[in-house]
Every structure is written in structure tokens, then in C-alpha cells.
């Protein structure tokens, strides 16, 4: 069960990276275009899915607080990536899922507010400024955070010291959390123009 979790976490990076590359091919008709309605449907599916995740892991969690040691640790028997011998080591991995999870959650919920935002009328606002900048700089947060542990995990579960990076990956989670950043940045230089217009207007 926890894999198949496990798996949801791992493929959220790529969703994101489609969801923006369609995100940012719509143009100021938003409304009339039909893929504005398949991005929102993507990017609702890809929420729901994640707090269907939270909600397992959540389950897990409660279980292995509730449970006896033996009865937790025999849900991770065959889990690969850790050897967890204690109960402790349980509560400690799934109590990060969860809020490692949470966070993506709330980046999701930002993306489906910002494109509320951006199928609406207004462009350029102040709202929109500042969700395309905390969504840039929560996705290079989590992609971070996300290697660090993963690190410490190794040490602590695997007794090895090994930093892995997928290279590729990483850097291009922080590259489109850079380019949500970029965007942020065009959105604010563009706003006096549009203020200026709709005063001239």
C-alpha cells in the first residue's frame, strides 16, 4: 500500500511540470478556449489525488500510533527503500510523508486559485503576481527539502552515507520553480502598463 503511495509523491514532480507547460500555452481568452477546462480538470484530478494520498498515509499513521510494534511494522516488511526496525522509525517517516504531502497539496490548491485568477477578466493583478512567485519558490523549497531528506534517511535507515541526485530531475524542478519566479516577475513590470492603459482608457 505505502508503495503504491509512495509512487503518487514520486510522478507529482512531472505533473506539475505539464500542468505548467499548459498552463502557460493559454492566452488572455482563456474562457473561450477549450483547454483551459482540461487544465483545471488536470489540475483537480492531480489534487484530489494527492489529498487521497494524505488521507492514506494519514490512515497508515493512525494505525501505527494506535497499533503494537509488531502489528505496525509488518505493514513495512517488504517496504524496499528503508529497513524500519522500530516504531519510532514509522511514526517519523510517514508523520514526513504526511507533511511533505501537505505542502504539495497546498501548491496545488495555489494553482487551481491561480487559474481562477487567470480565466477571469483581470490580468496582471497583484493576486496573480504573488501566486506565481510563492508557487515558484515552494517548488524549489519542497525539491530541496525532498533531497535533503532523502540523504538523511540513507544515513539513518541504510547506515551509508550516499547523497543520490538525479541530476536531470532536480534541476529541472528548479528550473520550472525559477520559471514561475521569471513570470512572477513579468507579471509585476507589465502591471503599470496595464494600470497606464486603463487610465488613458
Known amino acids: 500500500m505505502f508503495e503504491v503511495v509512495k509512487k503518487i509523491i514520486q510522478t507529482t514532480y512531472y505533473r ?64 524496499e527503500e528503508f529497513t524500519i526496525n522500530s516504531k519510532r522509525a514509522l511514526i517519523t517517516i510517514l508523520l514526513y510523508e504526511l507533511i511533505m504531502i501537505g505542502f504539495w497539496i497546498y501548491l496545488f490548491r495555489l494553482i487551481k486559485n491561480l487559474m481562477d485568477s487567470l480565466t477571469s477578466k483581470s490580468i496582471f493583478t497583484k493576486f496573480q503576481i504573488s501566486s506565481f512567485k510563492l508557487i515558484g519558490q515552494l517548488i524549489i523549497l519542497l525539491k530541496v ?34 520559471f514561475f519566479i521569471f513570470i512572477s516577475q513579468i507579471f509585476n513590470r507589465a502591471r503599470p502598463y496595464k494600470e497606464e492603459n486603463e487610465l488613458t482608457v
Do not use: H, P
Not at 21 to 48: A, C, E, F, P, Q
Not at 50 to 64: A, D, P
Not at 160 to 174: G, N, S
Open 16 to 79: 506539475l511540470s505539464i500542468i505548467t507547460v499548459l498552463l502557460l500555452s493559454i492566452n488572455n481568452n482563456l474562457k473561450k478556449v477549450k483547454s483551459s477546462v482540461v487544465l483545471r480538470n488536470i489540475i483537480s484530478i492531480t489534487y484530489y489525488l494527492m489529498v487521497f494520498s494524505w488521507l492514506i498515509i494519514l490512515g497508515i499513521f493512525t494505525y501505527s500510533i494506535i497499533a503494537d510494534e509488531n502489528s505496525a511494522l509488518q505493514i513495512f516488511k517488504e517496504y
Open 145 to 178: 527539502i525532498d533531497t535533503l531528506f532523502a540523504f538523511l534517511f540513507d544515513i539513518i535507515f541504510k547506515d551509508r552515507v550516499r547523497f543520490k541526485i538525479d541530476f536531470v530531475d532536480f534541476w529541472l524542478i528548479i528550473a520550472l520553480g525559477l
